[in-house]
């Protein structure tokens, strides 16, 4: 019996030294001295994060990973991750820091450091240009599509009138689907569903609300005060010489938000 719990107790002593191993802080040296930066990036969220045609991680995320790498002087090792195992991949070391489209929350700056604003996502409410919207008491009677349990979904859900006609799908590409195909009058989507929505159909659909803007910051582990510092002046120049702006242009044919580039 007291082997038995001498055992356990061990085993568990162990555990939490492994679990405050595993939330060690980062620094700059160390990256530096790796020769390489491990970044978390989602791989499956469009244009933030995709596989190229070379099956290599490309995309909004991975450009700003690369520049990042090349301010600290190192190579850069993109590690793909999804979004429930990002800040898990993070806090148990498999990556220095995340570019994973990771918007910045009370919740979530429980388990990571967050970096300001190096991008970010605003959800609104699209239709075609004849569609007139300008206020939530004009979705009255309309028929909006939204995937379901998404944001847009809360957010349409929160203004419109008690007669207009919610229709909710299992994504965000078949509520679009909907809207190019006139089974709904207008959809629910972020911005970057929108851009798609424009190269799909040039010139046919516009804004009429905006709900909601979130915000995404670099994640770095908690306690890792150097490197958020680091992380943070790369950021705001990047801003300030015009290269972060260039690659929102380049993936979501739009400058860079104002309440992302005037973020402090």
């Known amino acids: ?21 595993a939330a060690s802080a980062q620094t700059v040296e160390s990256i530096k001295s790796a020769g390489a930066v491990k970044i978390g990036m989602l791989v499956d969220f469009p244009p933030f994060g995709i596989m190229n045609t070379s099956n290599e991680p490309d995309g909004y995320d991975a450009d700003v990973a690369k520049l990042l790498a090349k301010e600290l002087g190192v190579k850069v090792q993109i590690v793909p991750v999804t979004g429930p195992n990002r800040i898990p991949y993070l806090q148990s070391n498999q990556v220095d820091l995340l570019v994973a489209s990771l918007g910045i929350t009370e919740e979530r700056a429980k388990s990571v450091d967050f970096s300001q604003p190096y991008a970010g996502i605003s959800i609104g409410v699209f239709g075609a240009k004849a569609t007139e919207v300008s206020k939530p008491e004009d979705l009255s009677g309309k028929t909006i599509g939204v995937a379901r349990a998404s944001t847009q979904d ?14 909710r799908f299992d994504d965000d590409a078949s509520a679009v689907q909907a809207l190019l195909s006139g089974q709904v009058q207008l959809i629910g989507v972020s911005n970057v569903v929108a851009a798609q929505i424009e190269k799909a159909a040039p010139g046919r659909f ?43 242009e380049k993936w979501l044919g739009a400058p860079l938000p104002d309440f992302v580039a005037n973020a402090k």
């Open 206 to 248: 516009t804004q009429k609300l905006q709900l909601s803007q979130q915000v995404q910051g670099i994640a770095v582990r908690k306690g890792s005060a150097e490197l958020l510092t680091a992380v943070n002046a790369f950021i705001a120049k990047v801003k300030a010489n015009g290269e972060l702006g260039k690659i929102h």
């Open 1 to 21: 019996m007291n082997i038995s719990r001498r055992m356990v107790m061990a085993v568990i002593g162990a555990g939490l030294m492994m679990g405050a191993s």
């Open 154 to 167: 809360t957010g349409v859900t929160k203004i419109a009138p008690k007669d207009a006609k919610i229709q």
